[in-house]
């Protein structure tokens, strides 16, 4: 059976309710996660301290080795706001698997729908104007970014900007959703060939969670990195 979304629709809009659950479920894992480990700090740091404070030294270190200098502070809590969300989002399909007797699907990952991954590639890749224009003044960000080294270049970089922001999302979705897809072919293999199945496939399931897993963490990874390299090309042009 086609599984399909949680529809609903507020006047002429439709909605997917399915992501808006699991987006907002994101966002409170994230909080509490975040707020649980922030409590009672201290300058020994121990057990759940540490382990945000590993997560805050691992995306400064992402954006110490994109970023001049003077800049990583600025975008610190940019970056990690993104890479938790975004580690998050594509960790949270793989805890389990909710479909209704009609093939409605109540839980997946935010980033195996491509329009949230999109959104987030549009997102930030506007941002990075955004930021490039503030910082040199719109004049001055044309000309770095669009016009040098020579003017003729000019179609291939507004080309560029489009791919970065299909890349860069499409490059998300594909991976998140095939591990999805593939976990739940090891589960209706399970539904086809009944109990004989099932010694095969839990440890199949277990090695592809583990793997997709990796994989996740990767992709926020990535998606993290690739953010800072756009942003330090509009911010920074000599680099």
Known sequence: MEERSLLFQIGP???DGTLIFMTLLTCIIIFSV????TRNLQLKPKGKQNFIEYIIDFVRGILSSQLPSREVNNYHLLGFTLFLFILVSN?????????????TNLWKSPT??????????MMVITFTHYMGIQQQGFKDYLVNSYLKPVSFILPIKLLEEFTNVISLGLRLYGNVFAGEVLLGLIVSMVGSLGWIAIPLAIPLEVVWIGF????????????????MVFLSHKIAPEH
């Open 212 to 227: 997709s897993l990796f994989i996740g963490g990767i992709q926020a990874y990535v998606f993290v990195t690739l953010t």
């Open 91 to 103: 960790e949270i399909g793989l805890v389990t698997k909710i479909v209704t007797a009609d093939g």
């Open 13 to 15: 809009i439709w909605f």
């Open 112 to 121: 195996a729908d491509p329009i949230v991954t999109l959104a987030l590639a």
């Open 34 to 37: 975040v707020y649980i480990c």
